[in-house]
């Protein structure tokens, strides 16, 4: 991982990396939004019930490649490996960022 990404960038990825469920959801506003394969998740307890779905179901670890923000706007790209189709894939985590948390989460296939 880059030693250049934000605290809060850096902690997401590493709690990602460990599979940590409560340390990835304390990353989000209590509010926040997630918009995942066509899904919408909103709130804590639903971000959380995602989070640990996926990391059963997928087996994930992440590849730092790449960041960038503008105001509270935020593009974290990761390489993305784990037990799903086309793997490993980079992803875009397209965020917003709000009082040092996540308030809006879009993962999509990275151009990059």
């Not at 880059?2 to 506003?29: Q, Y």
């Not at 590849?63 to 105001?71: A, Q, V």
């Amino acid at each position: 991982m880059s030693g250049n990404l934000p605290v809060l960038m850096a902690e997401f990825v590493t709690a990602k990396n460990r599979h940590d469920g409560a340390a990835i959801t304390a990353c989000f506003a209590e509010d926040a939004t997630v918009y995942d394969e066509g899904e919408r998740i909103q709130g804590h307890t639903e971000i959380r019930k995602w989070i640990d779905a996926a990391n059963v179901k997928y087996k994930v670890s992440y590849d730092f490649l790449d960041y960038s923000e503008d105001g509270e706007n935020a593009l974290l790209t990761l390489m993305v490996s784990g037990e799903f189709e086309g793997s490993p894939l980079p992803l875009d985590y397209q965020l917003k960022v709000n009082s040092g948390k996540i308030t809006e989460l879009r993962i999509v296939l990275s151009e990059k």
